[in-house]
């Protein structure tokens, strides 16, 4: 291991604004609004405000996939937030989030709106509002709620560990790449043992604990997070892989990942979706500009 200096802390840390990285611009190390802007609402009892980073598929996946079982009260308006633009920090957005990250969703289908923050929080929120996707008996729905908060807690050693350092931090620093690389590695390998002897990560059934976890670390097996997939080898990982493949087939987790998009393909685009029919009519203006 090299290093070019080395950093003494301070005794007392300031925040210095031109820290580089990618997101500098829009981290800050106080919370609150920092400007004006009232959120949008559709016609739907359920209004999403997101942006279709792993953490955002969560949920628009799970309303995929509960209205191709026919929960049709699961119909729902999703609403581009730009977080690179700093949205997550207008007044109406923190008002349902005061944590400032998306997703955060609006449930107006009771006497009493209710907001839900958190992805987590809102899968499980969802799941027990339409009975679906999260099993009832006690040993299996605690197995369930048990990988769906293992993700919870081990993702940010993904993100914003290894995909921070590896991908975005303004310095390459071996000691971080090297530390997030090695829990990495050690969380796709919990999971390739739990799918050795499962079909889907909770046991038999798909649940909201794949849904959770499978835009994470299916994501990353199946390269489209940080371009880092032969640097992990996640070939080593022939069970998530296995895993991986069987859920991107599932046409709900194809327009779930679809919602809020705005990088990649223009054909993998729905930067709004306010109707079913709004998948469609993407595929027919795909379709107009490639005949042009």
Same mark, same amino acid.
């Given at each position: 291991?090299?290093?070019?200096?080395?950093?003494?802390?301070?005794?007392?840390w300031?925040? #210095?604004?031109?820290?580089?990285?990618?997101?500098?611009?829009?981290?800050?190390?106080?919370?609150?609004?920092?400007h004006?802007?009232d959120?949008?609402?559709?016609?739907?009892?359920?209004?999403?405000?997101?942006? =279709?980073?792993?953490?955002? +598929?969560?949920?628009?996946? &799970?309303?995929?996939?509960?209205? =191709?079982?026919? #929960?049709?009260?699961?119909?729902y308006d999703?609403?581009?937030? #730009?977080?690179?633009?700093?949205? +997550?920090?207008?007044?109406?957005?923190?008002?349902v989030?005061?944590?400032?990250?998306?997703?955060?969703?609006?449930?107006y289908?009771?006497?009493?709106?209710?907001?839900i923050?958190e992805?987590?929080? *809102?899968?499980?929120?969802l =799941?027990?509002?339409f009975?679906?996707?999260?099993?009832?008996?006690?040993?299996?729905?605690?197995e369930?709620?048990?990988?769906?908060?293992?993700?919870?807690?081990?993702?940010?050693?993904?993100?914003?560990?290894?995909?921070?350092?590896? %991908?975005y931090?303004?310095?390459?620093?071996?000691?971080?790449?090297?530390?997030?690389a090695?829990?990495?590695?050690?969380?796709?390998?919990?999971?390739d043992?739990? &799918?050795?002897?499962?079909?889907?990560?909770?046991?038999?059934e798909?649940s *909201?604990?794949?849904?959770?976890?499978?835009?994470?670390?299916?994501?990353l097996?199946?390269?489209r997070?940080?371009?880092?997939?032969?640097?992990?080898?996640? +070939?080593?990982?022939? #069970?998530?892989?296995?895993? =991986?493949?069987?859920?991107?087939?599932?046409?709900?987790v194809? /327009?779930?990942?679809?919602?809020?998009?705005?990088?990649?393909?223009?054909s993998?685009?729905?930067?709004?979706?306010?109707?079913?029919?709004?998948?469609?009519? /993407?595929?027919?203006?795909?379709? %107009?500009v490639?005949?042009?």
């Amino acid at each position: 291991m090299t290093n070019s200096s080395e950093y003494l802390p301070p005794k007392v840390w300031t925040w #210095h604004t031109e820290n580089g990285g990618k997101f500098a611009n829009i981290n800050r190390p106080i919370a609150g609004a920092t400007h004006d802007q009232d959120l949008p609402v559709g016609r739907h009892p359920l209004q999403l405000y997101s942006l =279709a980073t792993p953490n955002g +598929q969560k949920v628009t996946i &799970l309303l995929e996939e509960l209205l =191709a079982l026919g #929960h049709t009260g699961a119909e729902y308006d999703a609403w581009l937030i #730009h977080i690179g633009e700093g949205q +997550q920090f207008g007044s109406g957005f923190v008002s349902v989030n005061p944590n400032s990250k998306i997703p955060a969703l609006m449930d107006y289908s009771g006497a009493k709106p209710i907001r839900i923050f958190e992805s987590g929080a *809102i899968l499980q929120y969802l =799941a027990e509002k339409f009975g679906a996707f999260l099993p009832t008996e006690p040993a299996a729905r605690a197995e369930c709620l048990s990988w769906l908060f293992w993700q919870m807690g081990s993702a940010p050693y993904l993100g914003g560990g290894f995909g921070h350092f590896y %991908a975005y931090a303004p310095t390459k620093i071996e000691y971080a790449i090297d530390r997030f690389a090695m829990e990495t590695k050690r969380q796709l390998d919990v999971l390739d043992k739990q &799918l050795a002897v499962s079909e889907y990560i909770a046991g038999s059934e798909y649940s *909201i604990a794949d849904i959770a976890i499978w835009p994470w670390y299916g994501g990353l097996v199946k390269g489209r997070l940080y371009e880092a997939a032969e640097f992990l080898s996640v +070939q080593d990982y022939p #069970h998530v892989q296995r895993w =991986a493949d069987a859920i991107d087939a599932r046409p709900a987790v194809q /327009r779930g990942r679809m919602v809020n998009r705005v990088s990649g393909e223009l054909s993998g685009q729905l930067r709004e979706r306010h109707d079913a029919s709004d998948f469609a009519t /993407r595929t027919q203006d795909k379709l %107009a500009v490639a005949s042009e």
